[in-house]
């Protein structure tokens, strides 16, 4: 039997006991309680949205693309010739998903009076629709006939509201062409789906068409396209991943005298992921401060445990027992104190979540956070890690009041009884 651990569990402060130490080990209680709680929403929240933010931007715009060297940072491109064999070795590679081909260009959109500068996003048969159907409000996606282009194509909810247009309108868009001495060139489409991201990003600019019609707005042949998107398990080790695909598409000029540039959607799009991190130092802040503060009240709980055992521990000093066990009498006092907070902190927290898990009170303005409501994503490994840093350090800071037990002295604390 370990004696130390018993006396503890004899000195607690009961329901039926009426120790002055007992409102105030209540409060340290409840504080590490509310304080793992708090903990626990909000690193299920800030995974939950840095979770969502990146699906929908890596959804839409994949972790990697390859593209012309020469192409700059406009939504004009350079065609690069598609090549199967690179599709097929990048394929190969156990962190890629999928790879397919696209190709964009700049157009102005002109109806019932209102213009809009857009970005036309061409897609073949290789597009993968689970980003876009996850989204659609309204419609189907488009289907991609063999033998001729489809002039149907899917616009963002907010550039149907602001051009009032509905599944089915037809409506016209202007193309600019690379050649400054050509005439305008116009194309009718027909609406056949309404997406929503809420990042605006997406939703205020881009539609989606058959690639077809910007190789011949762009004069390309049938197999050249602005480049491929390579989409992996997951945006960890972007850099990596980026090194690997350009080794399999090579440093070198290819046979056709096009030398492929590789970039990830972190190196095109920075301020967005310079955001992100923000989240984390966000939640480590957060963190420091709920276990301070669950310290703080660990210790105070603590010293008027120690203060009100004045008596007990001189006797026990009398009897000769060392400083050293009685110390681990009150450290284990403080830990068995710190597991019940952790049990009802789990409680709560986990409680919390799951209810805005299911239900969604919670709600947020699309237009600001990029959704409709607050994120909740369970990482059960980060819930266990808060547990047990929480007990860890909670439990080390008992170490410093405990040094009061060896100040006391058994005569004075005896006669002071």
Same mark, same amino acid.
């Given at each position: 039997?370990?004696?130390?651990?018993?006396?503890?569990?004899?000195i607690?402060?009961?329901?039926?006991?009426?120790?002055? %130490?007992?409102?105030?080990?209540?409060?340290?209680?409840?504080?590490?309680?509310?304080? #793992?709680? +708090?903990?626990? @929403?909000? &690193?299920?929240?800030?995974?939950?949205?840095?979770?969502t933010?990146?699906?929908?931007?890596?959804?839409f715009?994949?972790?990697?693309?390859?593209v012309?060297? =020469?192409?700059?940072?406009?939504?004009?491109?350079?065609?690069i010739?598609t090549?199967?064999? &690179?599709?097929?070795n990048?394929?190969k590679?156990?962190?890629?998903?999928?790879?397919q081909?696209?190709?964009t260009?700049?157009?102005?959109?002109?109806?019932?009076?209102t213009?809009?500068?857009?970005?036309?996003?061409?897609?073949? %048969?290789?597009?993968?629709?689970?980003?876009i159907?996850?989204?659609?409000?309204?419609? /189907?996606?488009?289907e991609?006939?063999? =033998?001729?282009t489809t002039?149907?194509?899917?616009i963002?909810?907010t550039?149907?509201? *602001?051009?009032?247009?509905?599944?089915?309108?037809?409506?016209?868009? %202007?193309?600019?062409?690379?050649?400054?001495?050509?005439?305008?060139?116009?194309?009718?489409?027909?609406?056949?789906?309404?997406?929503?991201?809420? *990042?605006?990003?997406?939703?205020?600019?881009?539609i989606?068409?058959?690639?077809?019609?910007?190789?011949?707005?762009?004069?390309?042949?049938?197999?050249?396209?602005?480049?491929y998107? +390579?989409?992996?398990?997951?945006?960890?080790?972007?850099?990596?991943?980026?090194?690997?695909?350009?080794?399999?598409i090579?440093?070198d @000029?290819?046979p056709?005298?096009?030398?492929?540039?590789?970039?990830? #959607?972190?190196?095109?799009?920075p301020? @967005?992921?310079?955001?992100?991190?923000?989240l984390?130092?966000?939640?480590?802040?957060?963190?420091?401060?709920?276990?301070?503060?669950?310290?703080?009240?660990?210790?105070?709980?603590?010293?008027?445990?120690?203060l009100?055992?004045?008596?007990?521990?001189?006797v *026990?000093?009398?009897?000769?027992?060392a400083?050293?066990?009685?110390?681990?009498?009150?450290?284990?006092v403080g830990?068995?104190l710190?597991? /019940?907070?952790?049990?009802?902190?789990?409680?709560i927290?986990?409680?919390?979540?799951?209810?805005q898990?299911?239900?969604?009170?919670?709600?947020?303005?699309?237009?600001?956070?990029?959704?409709?409501?607050?994120?909740?994503?369970?990482?059960?490994?980060?819930?266990? #890690?808060?547990?047990?840093?929480?007990?860890?350090l909670?439990?080390?800071?008992?170490?410093?009041?405990? &040094? #009061?037990?060896?100040?006391?002295?058994?005569?004075e604390?005896?006669?002071?009884?």
């Amino acid at each position: 039997m370990n004696t130390e651990l018993y006396i503890a569990k004899q000195i607690l402060p009961h329901k039926d006991t009426a120790n002055i %130490s007992k409102p105030i080990v209540n409060i340290a209680i409840i504080a590490i309680a509310l304080g #793992l709680a +708090v903990m626990m @929403i909000a &690193i299920s929240v800030i995974v939950g949205f840095k979770s969502t933010i990146s699906e929908q931007i890596f959804g839409f715009s994949s972790h990697i693309e390859i593209v012309n060297f =020469d192409t700059n940072n406009s939504f004009e491109s350079l065609p690069i010739t598609t090549d199967q064999a &690179i599709i097929e070795n990048i394929k190969k590679e156990d962190a890629v998903v999928h790879i397919q081909t696209y190709a964009t260009k700049p157009a102005l959109v002109k109806v019932n009076g209102t213009a809009r500068g857009i970005v036309v996003k061409g897609i073949d %048969s290789t597009y993968n629709w689970d980003f876009i159907e996850k989204h659609l409000v309204e419609g /189907k996606r488009i289907e991609f006939p063999t =033998d001729t282009t489809t002039d149907n194509v899917v616009i963002s909810k907010t550039l149907a509201n *602001l051009l009032q247009l509905s599944i089915g309108d037809k409506f016209i868009t %202007s193309f600019v062409p690379n050649d400054s001495h050509k005439k305008v060139r116009k194309r009718s489409f027909f609406v056949t789906g309404i997406y929503e991201t809420h *990042l605006n990003e997406i939703d205020d600019r881009f539609i989606l068409i058959d690639m077809r019609h910007i190789q011949n707005l762009n004069n390309w042949e049938s197999n050249q396209c602005t480049g491929y998107e +390579v989409f992996l398990k997951n945006y960890k080790n972007l850099d990596f991943h980026k090194e690997t695909i350009q080794g399999i598409i090579g440093f070198d @000029i290819t046979p056709d005298a096009q030398k492929l540039r590789v970039q990830t #959607l972190k190196e095109t799009t920075p301020q @967005i992921f310079d955001w992100l991190s923000l989240l984390d130092m966000n939640a480590w802040l957060i963190i420091a401060l709920m276990i301070l503060v669950a310290g703080m009240n660990m210790i105070t709980g603590l010293l008027v445990i120690i203060l009100e055992k004045t008596t007990m521990i001189g006797v *026990l000093k009398a009897l000769g027992t060392a400083d050293f066990s009685i110390r681990k009498i009150f450290i284990f006092v403080g830990s068995l104190l710190i597991t /019940k907070g952790l049990f009802w902190g789990n409680i709560i927290g986990l409680g919390l979540c799951l209810i805005q898990y299911y239900f969604h009170i919670f709600t947020l303005d699309p237009t600001i956070y990029f959704m409709s409501f607050v994120p909740i994503k369970f990482k059960f490994l980060y819930i266990i #890690l808060l547990n047990v840093g929480t007990f860890v350090l909670t439990s080390a800071m008992l170490i410093l009041p405990s &040094i #009061l037990v060896t100040k006391i002295s058994p005569a004075e604390a005896i006669r002071f009884d």
